[in-house]
């Protein structure tokens, strides 16, 4: 079973700074990406940001030049720090990990995701 711990996030003014992170643990073959989705009050989740496994990373216009995930793939770790942030970036935010996990024979590839942590930013 696999498992990710989220913490950071909180209430921040615009123009603040927070940092996200997640950890994963559990029986896992191996991590295929590790991404932070975000869910603003009365919207659908969105992809935020994402960092492969061989180092590509991918963001949206949103938080380009704002926002940098890294992660640490021995370390099974990721980060999300988010500077200049804007009221607009307020929503619940969600470390999502695909991994490959053994199942009998074979194996199953899937993504899971972390329990959310809420990030405020106040005008």
Request: with cysteine; charged share 20%.
């Amino acid at each position: 079973q696999v498992q990710l711990a989220q913490s950071g996030g909180g209430l921040v003014q615009a123009g603040g700074s927070l940092q996200l992170s997640c950890r994963v643990s559990g029986n896992l073959l191996r991590i295929n990406s590790m991404n932070w989705y975000r869910q603003a009050p009365g919207k659908r989740h969105e992809k935020v940001c994402g960092v492969t496994s061989d180092g590509a990373t991918t963001y949206i216009d949103a938080v380009k030049g704002r926002f940098i995930i890294s992660a640490d793939y021995d370390a099974k770790s990721t980060y999300l720090q988010m500077n200049s942030l804007e009221p607009e970036d307020t929503g619940v935010y969600y470390c999502v990990v695909g991994v490959d996990v053994k199942n009998g024979g074979g194996v199953d590839e899937y993504d899971e995701w972390g329990q959310g942590t809420q990030v405020t930013v106040s005008s």
